[in-house]
């Protein structure tokens, strides 16, 4: 294992321009990989693309722009690239907006990987196949901590479509012995987290609070909703992990404890220096900074979703006992490490909109 397992080996990572594309693609190449990544049609292009920009890894990576959509397109794309490993990352990731755009969502998160699945079936049956599940799968579920058989109740079109695609890549395993695996990810998070996400934009609004650049409050949709939250680069190395194993099995990699996004405020603010006051319940909850004695934080219900999941915490005792992962980042050392980027950003280009 380690650096010789990858030197000279081709990996495939479909939506590299992702969190976790960037720490994959920057993880492989230091391994000896040759590192090819799918952009999609309209998506961001490489002129764009930030993270791989922030990363230093433009120009260390060959690109290939495919509607993971389209079955013939993707059968090209592997003729083309016939890789040891494909990381397939690229979906609708918003749980969110899942809900306004449930049929692209399920196109974009369960069809293309089927058509990714039936070409590795039927073009390079020795390529081993990483999936992108993830805990929403679980969503409200009576067991906690969830493991790899607890049972999946999604709550969200995002949700539904990722079970429908994990339960196909174990389909493809069974049927046709390919090696396929699904990692159920819970969330993690990085200064590479996209802005639409509840920690960046958290981030984001107080460290501008903090520079005197915000003057409106942050509106935030639930603030009781508890997350696993632990840090992308530990994640990408069990990503890794799964597809070294000696045989196709699924792994849950989580850190085992959870906090609110009311915590993930606190420790933001702590961070920054702000002293919160929290007041209200509810719809009505507020948070004031002392020392402008101003509302910083209101709870506005228009960003609640239409169905909600509590709360998600894992046991990653599986992927700890096979696979050697553990994570190694807590919580408030990753919020540390988002707001010092957040800042230097800030300092660079002040209204910056991240793509
Ligand atoms: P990001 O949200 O950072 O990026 C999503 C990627 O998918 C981008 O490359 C994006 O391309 C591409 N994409 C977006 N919409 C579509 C679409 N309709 N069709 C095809 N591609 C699309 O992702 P993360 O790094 O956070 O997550 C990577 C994968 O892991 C995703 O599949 C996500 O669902 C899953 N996951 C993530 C977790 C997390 O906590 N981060 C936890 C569990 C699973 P573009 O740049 O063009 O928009
Ligand atoms: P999630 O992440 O839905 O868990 O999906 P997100 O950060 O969007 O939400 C986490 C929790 O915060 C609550 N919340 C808000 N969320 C957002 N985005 N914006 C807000 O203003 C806000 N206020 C409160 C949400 O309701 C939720 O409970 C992420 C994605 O990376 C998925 O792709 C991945 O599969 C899961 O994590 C695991």
């Not at 990858?6 to 990572?13: D, H, N, V």
């Not at 993270?51 to 959509?69: F, H, I, K, N, P």
């Amino acid at each position: 294992m380690g650096e010789e397992r990858g030197k000279g080996r081709r990996a495939l990572i479909t939506g590299i321009t992702s969190q976790d594309g960037a720490y994959l693609a920057s993880l492989l190449l230091e391994k000896g990989y040759q590192v090819t990544g799918t952009l999609r049609p309209g998506g961001t292009s490489l002129a764009q693309a930030w993270r791989l920009r922030e990363m230093g890894l433009l120009g260390r990576v060959t690109t290939v722009t495919v509607d993971l959509t389209d079955g013939r397109a993707v059968s090209w794309l592997l003729d083309d690239h016939v890789p040891d490993e494909i990381y397939h990352l690229a979906a609708h990731s918003s749980v969110h907006s899942s809900f306004h755009i449930p049929a692209e969502t399920f196109a974009s998160n369960a069809v293309a990987t089927t058509n990714l699945l039936e070409t590795v079936r039927t073009r390079c049956p020795d390529t081993r196949f990483y999936h992108a599940s993830t805990s929403e799968m679980f969503g409200e579920a009576p067991e906690v901590p969830q493991t790899e058989t607890t049972l999946f109740r999604p709550r969200s079109p995002y949700a539904v479509a990722k079970v429908a695609a994990h339960q196909m890549t174990t389909l493809y395993r069974i049927a046709y012995g390919l090696f396929c695996v699904n990692g159920i990810l819970f969330n993690h998070e990085s200064p590479l987290r996209g802005p639409e996400f509840v920690t960046a934009k958290i981030v984001r609004s107080l460290t501008r609070w903090r520079a005197g650049e915000q003057a409106s409050p942050m509106a935030l949709g639930r603030l009781d909703a508890r997350r696993d939250w632990g840090f992308a680069g530990d994640y990408v190395q069990g990503m890794w992990s799964m597809l070294q194993a000696d045989q196709a099995d699924d792994y849950l990699l989580s850190t085992g404890r959870t906090w609110s996004v009311r915590d993930f405020v606190s420790l933001t603010a702590q961070a920054l220096d702000i002293r919160l006051h929290w007041q209200g319940t509810g719809a009505r909850e507020t948070a004031i900074d002392l020392d402008s004695g101003r509302i910083c934080v209101a709870v506005d219900p228009g960003l609640f979703r239409p169905a909600e999941v509590g709360e998600l915490r894992g046991d990653s005792r599986k992927a700890r006992e096979r696979l050697g992962w553990s994570p190694t980042v807590e919580l408030p050392a990753i919020i540390a490490m988002m707001v010092k980027a957040e800042q230097a950003r800030q300092a660079q280009t002040p209204n910056a909109v991240r793509e």
